[in-house]
């Protein structure tokens, strides 16, 4: 039985996971989306000390990418 209340996309009119609502994104669904993604760096600082950076820009995240020997 669907929920009548659920909020759906404006574009396809598909129902829009509640997380999701909950997270604030209550007009689109991840497929009509126009919220860019995140990236995250993990830098290790010490033997069990860890500083995790979040990346807004998509092409610096590109060139760090690029950077990185895990990515060979």
């Given amino acids: 039985m669907k929920n009548e209340n659920m909020a759906k996309c404006k574009v396809c009119q598909e129902e829009i996971h509640p997380k999701r609502v909950a997270l604030g994104y209550?007009?689109?669904?991840?497929k009509h989306s126009t919220a860019e993604k995140y990236s995250g760096i993990i830098s290790a600082t010490g033997k069990s000390d860890y500083e995790l950076y979040v990346i807004k820009d998509p092409e610096?995240?590109?060139?760090?990418?690029?950077?990185s020997p895990v990515y060979e």
Avoid at 26 to 30: E, F, N, Q
Avoid at 60 to 67: G, H, M, P, S, Y
């Fill in 60 to 67: 610096l995240a590109r060139q760090l990418k690029e950077l």
């Fill in 26 to 30: 209550k007009t689109t669904c991840p």
